[in-house]
């Protein structure tokens, strides 16, 4: 990584949930917003729910940022609707989703120094 990619990342850091989620939903696959709800929802298991408009406002901010790009490569039209948009991770997306798993690596070392962890003889 060059020093203007470094600074590049880590300008970008540390990232809002969401924008995280959604990275991790692109990580192995292109996906359509509904495909990024769904995913994302399905990983948090908890009933939490992603809005429409949070995801899009989201999804208009990563695209400006660089950290996915839309895709113009697309399913059979017999499988599609040809309305969806079609997102992918970026090479940068990507390196800032590395960064920011480093990031939360080290917060929760931080973490488990100061026994805030249950297991590691904190309270909780």
Sequence with gaps: MTPETDAAVRSLLPLKPIIFH???????????????????????GDGRRIEPGNLYRSLRTMLADGLIEESHTRPDPELDDQRRRYFRISPLGLRVARAEVVRLEELVAVARSHKLLSGSGGRG
Excluded: P
């Design 22 to 44: 959604i990275l991790l939903a692109l990580m192995n696959e292109e996906r359509h917003g509904y495909s990024i709800v769904k995913a994302v929802e399905d990983r948090l």
